[in-house]
């Protein structure tokens, strides 16, 4: 078993919502595009389209975030994206009922094409 096989499956009995949010998160990213793979990484999970890391999925106490490395270059004109810092960007999740299909995959879509304009 992978790390991330053991991470999803320790969180799933510690937390069941935490782990159908992180469940989600995954398929909705690799629908996104089949490019982007997964590492385990920071206590989380990153996803990296090709080497860099585009993104990520990390579990707190109270929530769990969905990351976008260069969150603040995306195109954002609900406000979504959370954070003070210069570059990550990153949307909170407590119940999976709020995750919203579509923009997860805007955001890791702008992210790929972050990626590629940026090579």
Known sequence: MDKIEKFVEDLQLVDKNKAEIVETIR???HKTNPNIGERFIYGGIG????DRQIGGV???RSHVSVTLS???SLKDPKNLLLGSG??????KFTDPKDIDESTIKDFYEQAVDF???SK
């Open 27 to 29: 398929i909705l990213v």
């Open 86 to 91: 210069i570059y990550r960007g990153y949307l």
């Open 115 to 117: 990626e590629n304009k």
């Open 58 to 60: 990390y579990v707190s």
């Open 70 to 72: 260069n969150g603040k």
């Open 47 to 50: 996803f990296f389209y090709f």
